[in-house]
């Protein structure tokens, strides 16, 4: 099945710092979500985009699906923004099933 | 528009009973999907209906098994708990229309808590 790697494991910033948190895939896909994931275990939706670019106030995400990678940009980090961010990818093979990263945990101090 | 609901959110139940969640898509949604979710597995798919049909099927035990009821609204059953049960059930739906559909964004609900003495 489809490989989905997600970087980096961990991230500890400072309230107010930018990020860049990447996933890879290793297969064509027709479904791509970034999730953040609060301390309740809520899986909160960022964005659908299995291509292009994506922008929603501090956060923007793109993907490059002829490189099979896609980007989360997260800017003037606050504390709320603490979580693990997943990605999320099903293969263009016609299974539909999805596939989660292991997850980017953010932690921002204040 | 509601979001989607489980129930129960939080549930202990004890080696060898078995456990029923329940699920609630967003309305019109008629895609549900469940997932489990541990420390060690990370998440990982368990399976999806769609009008009252197992379209997907994850890799786990016959033990774990589902159904859709005719408004959308879903059910999994775990017979047998064992340890390794314990986790966070999340279930998605989808907007998703038909098999040869490929748009299948998910929305998640708040999720149950299962934990097996």
């Known amino acids: 099945g489809i490989q989905v790697e997600q970087s980096p494991p961990d991230l500890i910033l400072q309230e107010g710092a930018n990020s860049t948190l990447r996933c890879n895939f290793s297969?064509?896909?027709?479904?791509l979500q970034w999730f953040h994931q609060n301390p309740w275990g809520q899986l909160i939706n960022l964005f659908y985009i299995p291509s292009g670019t994506k922008q929603n106030g501090r956060l923007s995400a793109t993907t490059v699906a002829t490189e099979r990678y896609s980007l989360l940009y997260i800017s003037s980090s606050q504390t709320t923004d603490s979580g693990v961010y997943f990605c999320a990818v099903d293969s263009s093979g016609g299974s539909y099933i999805p596939t989660f990263g292991r997850g980017t945990s953010l932690i921002v101090h204040p | 528009k509601a979001g989607v609901t489980q129930t129960p959110r939080y549930l202990i139940k004890t080696r060898g009973q078995q456990v029923t969640l329940s699920c609630s898509p967003i309305?019109?949604?008629?895609?549900v999907s469940w997932y489990q979710q541990t420390p060690g597995q990370g998440l990982q798919f368990l399976f999806e209906?769609?009008?009252?049909?197992?379209?997907n099927k994850g890799n786990f035990p016959g033990r774990f098994s589902g159904r859709q009821f005719s408004n959308s609204r879903s059910e999994m059953n775990v017979s047998t708990l064992e340890l390794g049960d314990s986790a966070l059930y999340l279930c998605a739906s989808s907007p998703r229309q038909g098999q040869l559909s490929s748009y299948n964004e998910q929305f998640f609900g708040p999720g149950t808590r299962l934990t097996v003495l």
């Open positions: 209906y769609f009008s009252e049909t197992q379209r």
């Open positions: 297969d064509s896909v027709n479904n």
């Open positions: 309305s019109g949604h008629r895609s």
